[in-house]
RNA sequence: GCCGCCAUCGUCUAGCGGUUUAGGACAUCGCCCUCUCAAGGCGGAGAUCACGGGUUCAAAUCCCGUUGGCGGCGCCA
């Protein structure tokens, strides 16, 4: 048997939002998994709305999740190209097939405007009738459509949908589904400047293209009994078809902008890490039976059958994809975080946030920071006071230096001299802090607490030592000092 | 209005007729670890499997209906 040949067909209208990457990860994984072709078509039709700027941009999230195609801009098979329906309609591919219909009389020309279509199907809703064109210029004689072409009007092209027959097709996430033709309009399938509609253009190129599977949204569900009703009518042999359930917003109306981030570069943007995404939107629709959680991308590979996937629809949960960017991020070794921020830097564009930064120094606290990090957007406010003079929070100096003001002092001062003389390791520092405690009658959190603020203008932060080894002496010095001067006087 | 899809803890889900006092994950709560914050470990709470009828010796699992949610109904894709 051929390989599968799957696709994914954004068009480009937007961004790559988080529904088209489910939608294209599904078919990524099932195309890997298969040993299959995983194809990338852009549906460009709509000349309103299509531009180059948001090609570009789809191109490069996909890019940036990984998930690479095999075929499509720029990995053009002559067999198949173009990839672009704008550049097929030029190269009169689609034009072929509506000549076909026409000639066969499973296709007509229409005149009618679409204020008088639109009047038809409220006429027809009122019924409580299906709404839909009522065919009038299927009637049309030669004669008269000769007349009308000659005063300079332009029709469309209807489909003639058969009557009285219903469509039928075994879903292959969903199983069995079926539509009554009748309720079924006789759609528009070119425009009256001679450009395909969608569910014409998508058959075409997914015949032309031997797209064997069809993974798509079950938004789609409805268009599919038109489109198989066209292979149908071109004698062409059907795809599989699989229609993967929605993602919804919390209020459980679907996913978009309105619930916040969609945009995959937002999420590039924030931070997570594009195995995380796609492990999360795997999760969502598609389980194993032991409902593992963590995969990375070759076993998703491994592990993916559409036959897991499910029917109903699931709601995005920001949190837990943030739990999951922080477990991806564990799992990393502290060079491999080092090298992902660098990147990510670069790829926002905010590579000016680390200006006079020790790499060396970052390196190490990242390092100490290592299980905080849920995205790389932390890492700089999480790191910061290392570089630059530390800010005193607020809070940190009513509940550690006033509360205490005493004991924080005596502490302060005492080790301001006492540390010229200690080793500056996190082994050495904590036998200093914990005998300084012991000699003076202080708990521990008495003489730790003051100097982690002293040190670092917070109460919360990596280990103490650690921290003040990094720091050094001098600065450590330096800083329990200014703190002195600020606080104490 | 017409057509279609869907329905298990707050959320994602396992379950494909008996092994289920319905399992896991996120979130939440408690305890432990601990110099803070995390991370980690342990444990708790949380679902009359939407509702009502069937089928069957046996149903969360199959069938029908109801209700609810969502989607589509464009010379958008």
């Known amino acids: 048997m051929a390989l599968p040949r799957v696709r994914f067909a954004p068009s480009p209208t937007g961004d790559l ?17 298969q040993d299959g072709v995983f194809v990338l078509r852009i549906e460009d039709t709509d000349e309103q709305r299509s531009t180059d700027e948001s090609t570009k941009i789809i191109l490069y999230a996909l890019k940036w999740l990984g998930l690479e195609w095999d075929e499509g801009p720029s990995k053009e098979v002559e067999k198949y190209a173009p990839y672009f329906q704008m550049k097929r309609k030029e190269a009169g591919i689609y034009q072929k097939y ?25 006429e027809a809703q009122k019924k409580k009738l299906p709404p839909k064109y009522d065919r009038r210029c299927s009637h049309l004689t030669p004669q008269q459509i000769k007349e009308k072409e000659d005063q ?8 003639k949908i058969p009557q009285g027959q219903k469509v039928v097709w075994d879903d292959l996430i969903r199983g069995h589904i079926e539509f009554e033709n009748d309720v079924l309009d006789d759609f528009v399938i070119a425009k009256a400047n001679g450009v395909p509609t969608y569910n014409f253009a998508c058959v075409v190129d997914d015949r032309l293209q031997e797209i064997s599977h069809v993974i798509r949204g079950d938004d789609h569900i409805s268009n599919t009994p038109k489109q198989l009703l066209i292979y149908d009518a071109l004698n062409w042999p059907r795809p599989q078809l699989a229609h993967t359930a929605m993602i919804l917003g919390p209020d459980g109306a679907r996913l978009s902008k309105r619930h916040g981030h969609t945009s995959v570069l937002e999420y590039q943007k924030e931070g997570y890490l594009p195995e995380a995404l796609l492990n999360y939107l795997a999760l969502l629709g598609w389980s ?26 699931s709601t995005f949960d920001p949190v837990k994809l943030l739990w999951l960017n922080g477990e991806k991020i564990r799992s990393k070794t502290n060079g491999e975080i080092y090298d992902l921020f660098l990147v990510w830097l670069k790829q926002t564009n905010q590579e000016n946030l680390i200006d006079g930064w020790d790499r060396q120094i970052l390196k190490k606290a990242i390092e100490l920071e290592h299980d905080k990090i849920k995205l790389l957007k932390d890492i700089p406010t999480l790191v910061d006071f290392f570089f630059k003079p530390c800010i005193y929070e607020d809070e940190a100096v009513q509940k550690v230096f006033k509360k205490n003001l005493e004991s924080a002092k005596l ?20 036998n200093y802090a914990r005998d300084f405690a012991k000699e003076n009658n202080l708990s521990n959190g008495k003489v730790f607490h003051p100097l982690r603020v002293a040190a670092s203008g917070r109460t919360q932060g990596p280990s103490l030592f650690h921290l003040m080894e990094l720091l050094g002496r001098k600065e450590v010095i330096a800083r329990i000092n200014t703190a002195l001067e600020k606080f104490f006087s």
């Not at 300079?152 to 489909?159: A, H, S």
């Open 17 to 33: 939002h988080i529904g088209g990457v489910r939608t294209a990860l599904f078919n990524y994984l099932f195309a890997r998994n």
């Open 98 to 122: 509506i000549d076909e219909l026409l000639q066969k009389g499973l296709a007509y020309k229409c005149f009618c405007s679409p204020e008088e279509v639109e009047e038809m199907r409220k």
């Open 152 to 159: 300079g009007l332009k029709p469309v092209i209807r489909f």
């Open 288 to 313: 194993t039976t032991d409902s593992q959680q963590i995969f990375t991308l070759p076993e998703l590979i491994e592990k993916f059958s559409l036959s897991q996937c499910g029917s109903s629809p």
């Open 411 to 430: 502490v302060l001062a005492k080790s301001a001299k006492n540390l010229e003389n200690v080793e500056f390791s996190a082994e050495a520092l904590e």
